[in-house]
């Protein structure tokens, strides 16, 4: 199969000149079987205003809605007809061992609540150093979290684009991070999204994948395809482009513009986009509007009408 050998023009400002021209043989989208289909999940990060500590510090709920855990999470996804749950990683204990990730994934289980996922925050492009290589270690942590948990994809930052200006092998060095880690997830059966986080565009993600070697680890990772989070003329297109290499899909309800506020979704277009590529997996609504409680249960049955 012939491999992309051209890097767009248009797009984010430190593409083609920051980014060097890569034409190996990279990781090749996924082989889809059938129609697209759909588990549908709730990112818990859609609550975050209404834990008890969010990335390991304290901190005071909202008093607009009920205080919560992800015990108490997984209820909400039962009560509102969701599939499944995915539990972020700033929400749990920061000294949970092996048993408490256990204790979270037996209450799933008898919920009938599937863990699609964790998600995590981390930055491999910071260049090398004690604070990359502190990075490396807390995500490989988190491998075992989700073996624990029963998690079968975790989803992991890549870095900033601003940190890619000027320093190209930084994203060869994310790369190399990201397969460190899938050294160990491949063999537990956990897959790796990387998400187009930290401004990074969609030709951020294609080289990215370019560099995922085709075949053995490299199978268990693709892209967090984060609909609300390129920041581009065009934010459809770069979705489009980068749904073939999505292993999850965070769907939200609002897009972000260039130097500007964010504005709403054209959900229609999203979710056509979504079936048009013949997807098959979780795709995880992560709600970050006003009023999450009140709007959640909307929002979820507009995608699902939407999508069906």
Known sequence: MQRRTFIKVAGSAISTLALPLRTTLGREPLKRNGPARFQYALASYSLRDYFSFKKGKPQEPLTDGPAIDNIGFLDYCVEHGFDAAELTGYFFKPDGDADYFRKIRHAAYVRGVAISGTAIGNNFTGGKGPRHESEVASALEWVDNAANLGAPHIRFFAGKAKEL?????????????????????APKGIFIGIENHG???????????????????????????????????????????????????????????????????????VAKLIKDSGYQGTVALEYEDEDPYKNIPVFFKKVRDLLE
């Open 199 to 269: 401004d990074l565009s969609d030709d951020h993600m294609m080289q990215m994948m370019d560099r995922v070697p085709s075949g053995g680890i490299g199978d268990w990772v693709g892209i967090n395809l984060d609909t609300g989070n390129f920041v581009s003329d065009d934010p459809y297109a770069e979705i489009e482009r980068c749904l073939p290499y999505a292993v999850n899909i965070q769907l939200k309800a609002s897009m972000k513009t260039v130097g500007g506020p964010k504005f709403p979704a054209d959900l229609e277009r």
């Open 165 to 185: 200006e000027g320093n190209p092998g930084r994203l060869e060095e994310a790369v190399d991070a990201v397969l460190r880690c899938a050294k160990e997830a």
